[in-house]
């Protein structure tokens, strides 16, 4: 059973950068393809990017392109997430999420991590 816990997320102006980590234990993480959500008050949780078993494939949604930016690394057993330009409305809770396929832009994830708050400032 693998557990995922983010940390990184705290309250930023808009405009700002934010690196979010999510780090793996009881198991590795090279078994899995890795994936950032988020889910912002009173909304369904949403998929954000998506990385592979390697780190040589990334996929992301078309609002995140050129402003997020996912990797990882295996040997630190660890998936990041880099967030640039912030706006008001990333203010989100995120997750990161494993799964044993590539890409899985749904819901459809194995594992999840309880999520980290992200708060930006207008």
């Known amino acids: 059973q693998v557990q995922l816990v983010e940390s990184g997320g705290g309250l930023v102006q808009a405009g700002g950068s934010l690196r979010l980590s999510c780090v793996a234990s009881g198991g590795t993480i090279t078994n899995y393809a890795m994936a950032w959500f988020r889910q912002a008050p009173g909304k369904e949780r949403e998929f954000l990017a998506t990385?592979?078993?390697?780190?040589?494939?990334?996929y992301y949604t078309n609002f995140v392109k050129g402003r997020f930016t996912i990797s990882r690394d295996n040997a630190k057993n660890t998936v990041s997430l880099q967030m640039n330009s912030l706006k008001s409305e990333d203010t989100a809770v995120y997750y990161c999420?494993?799964?044993?396929?590539?890409?899985?832009?749904?819901?459809?994830?194995?594992?999840w991590g309880l999520g980290t708050q992200v708060t930006v400032s207008s």
């Open positions: 999420a494993a799964t044993n396929r590539f890409p899985v832009t749904s819901r459809a994830y194995d594992y």
């Open positions: 990385i592979n078993w390697t780190g040589s494939r990334t």
